[in-house]
């Protein structure tokens, strides 16, 4: 079993649509990070939560420390929001990845 | 200066060539990181430096060789790879707080994608 686990893994959405990226990890953690990677490319981390929730632009991320659970949410999904993103959280000593939500967003 | 730069992007070796991937970061960053990342795989981790000392080497083998000149740069040195090291090898780094013991900013790089032939 992964440390961390995210749904769905992949993910097709229709221009406009209101998307939920879900992660759930096992591990005693002190933050949970939100990566965005697109194909071929480097990763941006597009927030890093210890409690509550941030938002930036159309994107959301909330946690629930007690659940050890996570939502990284994108409001009116655009097709420049397809890429991989990748739950990943930091334990004592290293950092655990999902394995990824491929996110496409049709026009 | 909030990047990690990483050079080159692209890289094709052979099998008995030596070539070195770099980063480089001036964000005042105290551990850095090598990622192995292979397609449609989660980033594997490699090497953990802080302060400029080899703290975390994930049973890598010996044809990757880490350094770190400086506190701003880190080096992967290759000799002898095989096809089976193509992959994306990113580079990562973070501040580290000795006071409560956590790291925090952590930043990526864009990746050097390798190809051995």
């Known amino acids: 079993k992964n440390e961390v686990e995210q749904s769905p893994q992949n993910l097709t959405a229709q221009e406009g649509e209101f998307i939920t990226i879900n992660c759930s990890y096992s591990?005693?953690?002190?933050?949970l990070h939100w990566l965005q990677q697109h194909p071929g490319g480097g990763i941006v981390s597009l927030f890093m939560?210890?409690?509550g929730k941030k938002k930036h632009g159309r994107l959301i991320a909330t946690i629930n420390i007690q659940e050890k659970h996570s939502s990284l949410h994108i409001t009116a999904s655009h097709p420049r929001d397809s890429a991989v993103y990748i739950c990943?959280?930091?334990?004592?000593?290293?950092?655990?990845f999902g394995t990824g939500t491929s996110l496409t967003v049709i026009p | 200066d909030t990047e990690v730069t990483q050079t080159p992007k692209h890289l094709v070796m052979g099998m008995t060539n030596k070539k070195s991937l770099k980063c480089e970061q001036h964000?005042?960053?105290?551990?850095m990181y090598w990622y192995k990342q292979k397609a449609k795989k989660p980033p594997e981790l490699m090497f953990v430096?802080?302060?400029?000392?080899?703290?975390i080497n994930e049973s890598v083998p010996s044809r990757f060789s880490p350094e770190c000149p400086n506190s701003s740069l880190l080096n992967l040195h290759l000799h002898a790879l095989q096809p089976e090291d193509s992959a994306l090898y990113l580079c990562?780094?973070?501040?580290?707080?000795?006071?409560?013991?956590?790291?925090?900013?952590?930043?990526f790089g864009s990746g050097t994608r390798l190809t051995v032939v």
């Open positions: 990562a780094s973070s501040q580290l707080d000795r006071g409560i013991g956590t790291d925090y900013g952590y930043t």
């Open positions: 939560l210890s409690s």
């Open positions: 430096y802080s302060y400029e000392k080899l703290s």
């Open positions: 964000m005042g960053h105290r551990a």
């Open positions: 591990v005693g953690i002190s933050a």
């Open positions: 990943a959280v930091k334990g004592t000593s290293q950092f655990y």
